[in-house]
């Protein structure tokens, strides 16, 4: 797992999705992204879900995709508070 670091976020954690394995990866960012929307309209404090934030890419989008045709997408690190 890679780490990286930035001003104004926790450090966020990058994943990729190879196209073998993940043949629409945007599909996977827009079910996330209605996870996401819909963990945002409850109540914070019936909500025991922690889902990690995306962050998006300088152009706005929410993958990126490399010169070898892999896509990146980039989430906000979750800190758990200790007890």
Known sequence: MILIWS???HPVCPA???SHVFPEPEQ???N??????????KISATVKLQIPGILKT???STIYQDEH???WRALR???IPKV
């Open 28 to 30: 996977i960012m827009t």
């Open 16 to 18: 990729t999705h190879k």
């Open 77 to 79: 690190f979750i800190v």
């Open 69 to 71: 045709g892999d896509c």
């Open 58 to 60: 300088l152009d706005n």
């Open 32 to 41: 996330l992204i209605m996870l996401n929307q819909h963990i945002a309209q």
């Open 7 to 9: 001003q104004r976020h």
